[in-house]
């Protein structure tokens, strides 16, 4: 399984380009469709086929977030449909 671009955002503003350019594992996590022990099995199994910076973001978001920077993109997603 590889990290799948879902979109592309030309956003000065690095948060909303971020959202633009989540793989389908931060998108479904995200969107709290993956619990965070599912979301780092999956990451495991993605890992090889992601961009190295990717893998960091990843990591950082899953295993080290507070949960404001998830909460932050719930918002920015919502705010911009990016998903109905």
């Not at 979301?39 to 990843?58: C, I, K, L, S, T």
């Amino acid at each position: 399984m590889y990290c799948v671009i879902i979109g592309d955002s030309v956003s000065p503003n690095p948060l909303l380009k971020s959202i633009y350019h989540m793989c389908i594992l931060c998108k479904e996590y995200v969107l709290d469709k993956l619990k965070r022990s599912e979301a780092q099995r999956n990451f495991w199994e993605m890992v090889e086929g992601m961009d190295p910076e990717h893998v960091e973001d990843v990591f950082e978001l899953i295993w080290n977030d507070d949960g404001s920077k998830k909460q932050k993109l719930q918002k920015i997603y919502k705010q911009n449909e990016v998903v109905k």
